[in-house]
C-alpha cells in the first residue's frame, strides 16, 4: 500500500458509533478497533541458518473489539454478555496536505460484527466517573475511506480482502467458486 509523502497526519475530529443500527449508546468515550493481522507459520529447515516467519494468506489471528463507556447510564442495559452485535464507526481523520497546505478530511467507517464476550463494571467511587468496557470477539470487520473498501475480514466464511489482496484466489483453487 502506497504512503502518500505529502499529507501529514492528524487526528480523529469526531465519531459516531451505532450499535445494531441505533444511536442509544450515551457516554462511549473510546473505541479499541480489531487489530488486523495474519496468522503466522515458522519454516525450519535444513540449508535454513535461522527460523523464518511467513504470514498466511487469508488466515488471520482472532479478531478482538472494546468499547469504553465513561458513565453508568441506562443505555448499557441492553447489552447482555452472548449477544450478537453490529457496531459501525463513522469517523473523520483530519490531515494536512504539505504541498497545498490544505486541511483534507477523510471519511472512515469500521463495521465490526461479533459476540459480546465480556463486561467490566469498573470501579465505582463518589463523585467521579467510572469507565465501562464491554469486549466483543469479532466475527466480521470491514473498514472503509471514503466509499474504498480498505480491508474486510470474515472469519465464518471463507472471505477476505487486505489493502488489495483477494483470497478468492486461494478459494477458486479449493473449487468454492
Do not use: C, W
Amino acid at each position: 500500500m502506497a504512503v502518500n509523502a505529502n499529507i501529514i497526519a492528524g487526528a480523529i475530529s469526531d465519531a459516531e458509533v451505532y450499535v445494531n443500527g441505533a444511536k442509544d449508546l450515551a457516554g462511549i468515550g473510546k473505541v479499541n478497533l480489531p487489530k488486523v493481522s495474519l496468522k503466522k507459520v515458522t519454516a525450519s529447515q535444513f540449508g535454513q541458518t535461522a527460523e523464518v516467519e511467513m504470514g498466511m494468506t487469508g488466515h488471520y489471528e482472532k479478531m478482538d473489539f472494546k468499547m469504553t463507556i465513561e458513565n453508568i447510564n441506562g443505555s448499557l442495559m441492553n447489552t447482555k454478555i452472548g449477544q450478537r452485535l453490529q457496531v459501525e464507526v463513522y469517523f473523520t481523520s483530519q490531515n494536512l496536505n504539505r504541498s497545498t497546505q490544505e486541511v483534507q478530511v477523510d471519511g472512515m467507517i469500521a463495521t465490526i460484527i461479533g459476540q459480546v464476550t465480556s463486561f467490566d463494571g469498573g470501579d465505582l467511587k463518589p463523585g467521579e466517573k467510572t469507565e465501562i468496557n464491554t469486549d466483543m470477539s469479532v466475527f466480521y470487520y470491514k473498514l472503509t475511506n471514503n466509499g474504498k473498501k480498505v480491508f474486510e475480514v470474515d472469519a465464518l466464511n471463507p472471505s477476505s480482502e487486505n489493502f488489495g489482496d483477494n483470497r478468492s484466489f486461494i478459494n477458486q483453487l479449493l473449487g468454492r467458486i
